[in-house]
């Protein structure tokens, strides 16, 4: 038996990820953004109505960059997401994390969070769509396994539960991709 919910904005799991630009005054803006992913091959999209300070920091400097919030930094990843930088200017900074500049592009990596993505925009869609070409991608020497690869957990990488308004770790390993479907052919 399965039960209809309806009409749902749920697509599981939604990774948090935090963008930052700079403001025209040097300044680190960064906000929580629900609706972002991979768009193409090196390539990443959001979804950001124009209105946000964060949109119009991309538009005038062209760059970028995704950070994935982790477990240790949920209030902080939450609060970037309720706050508005148009309401609260210095809103990074009431966070208490830290950030610098990327040596890639202009703007600028959280530094406590795992894995950052740094871009560079490539164009905006007719529907509103940001997309971004990936430049580089960064990670934190803490969440890197033996071989030097990404452990996710160790990065305790964070995902919203849309269905329950929280806030999910990810990291279980439970197989092996393009391998253990071999074992039906």
Known sequence: MRKDFGKKTWLFPCPVLIVATYNEDGTVDAMNVAWGGIYD?????????????????????????????????VVEADYLGIVSANDVPDKFART??????????????????????????????????????????????????GEGNVDLGKAQ?????????????????????FSDGKKLK
């Open 41 to 73: 091959t090196n390539q990443v999209m959001l979804c950001l109505s124009d209105d946000h300070a964060t949109t119009k920091n991309i538009l005038r400097t062209q760059c970028f960059t995704v950070a994935f919030a982790d477990a240790k930094h």
């Open 157 to 177: 990488i964070i995902s919203y539960n849309s269905a329950k308004h929280d806030y999910r770790v990810l990291g279980e390993k439970v197989g092996n991709a």
């Open 96 to 145: 208490h994390l830290h950030a610098e500049k990327s040596a890639h592009v202009n703007a600028p990596v959280v530094t406590d969070l795992p894995i950052s993505l740094e871009c560079r925009l490539n164009h905006v869609n007719e529907d509103g769509i940001i997309v971004g070409d990936i430049v580089n991608v960064s990670a934190d020497e803490r969440v890197l396994d």
